[in-house]
């Protein structure tokens, strides 16, 4: 029977499968990288948290549009986007905050943690390449796993700078940095999910 559908229910059995692990992979990181930054004085560390928690939100939002109707995925990427940004914009506040404070941060815990985000959102990143060409949804997910470990990297060269000068504005130039990529990533995604909206009339009338 080559119209029961079969091979699309099994598709998105998996594509629900690798969501629940690298949301869960995302939850965990959020709350361990949260604590060693508070921990460490590192707004890199905080910053990145922060990108994990934006990355589990999306991830769950993503889960539940899957295997619904086209106007659902590009609504719940949207909202991926809007989260993504309004993070990123957060992100940078407190950036800014730590500037005018005196924050201490410390290098060593930096360079641990950020290795440890890095080899997580490898992971992520490998679990989500089989899907990087789906809906909009996989896209932004895939998106938002990559701009991480480019974030992860940063905060380990942000932390190593740190040891050496003993400065915290390498610290405080990843912090917003990474709120950038976050910002950037989510105007991305919205752009994507504009476009996938386009296209979805004539998909109707295809199916039609």
């Known amino acids: 029977m080559p119209d029961c559908g079969c091979d699309f229910e099994a598709t998105n059995d998996e594509q629900r499968q690798t969501l629940r692990l690298v949301l869960a992979i995302n939850a965990v990181m959020f709350v361990a990288e949260l604590v060693a930054g508070l921990l460490a ?3 890199g560390l905080i910053a990145d948290s922060l990108d994990m928690l934006a ?3 999306v991830y769950a939002i993503s889960l ?3 295997g619904r109707a086209a106007n659902v995925r590009s609504t719940a990427a949207t909202i991926s986007g809007v989260l993504q940004m309004t993070l990123g914009a957060v992100v ?3 950036a800014v905050r730590r500037f005018y404070g ?5 290098g060593g815990t930096m360079i641990g943690i950020g290795f440890v985000a890095l080899v997580a ?3 992520c990143l490998r679990l989500l390449w ?3 060409g789906g809906d909009v949804n996989f896209r932004a997910s895939f998106i938002f796993s990559t701009n991480d470990v480019i974030a992860n990297i940063g905060v380990i060269v942000s932390g190593a700078l740190v040891l050496w000068t003993g400065s915290q504005f390498p610290d405080l130039a990843i912090g917003m940095l990474i709120s950038l990529v976050v910002f950037r990533g989510g105007v991305k995604i919205l752009g994507e999910a504009r476009r996938e909206s386009k296209t979805q009339p004539e998909d109707g009338e295809k199916r039609g």
């Open 102 to 106: 005196e924050a201490e941060p410390i």
């Open 92 to 94: 940078m506040i407190e």
């Open 55 to 57: 990355d589990a939100s």
């Open 64 to 66: 539940f549009a899957v």
């Open 41 to 43: 004085d590192s707004t």
């Open 121 to 123: 959102n490898a992971v």
């Open 130 to 132: 089989k899907h990087r």
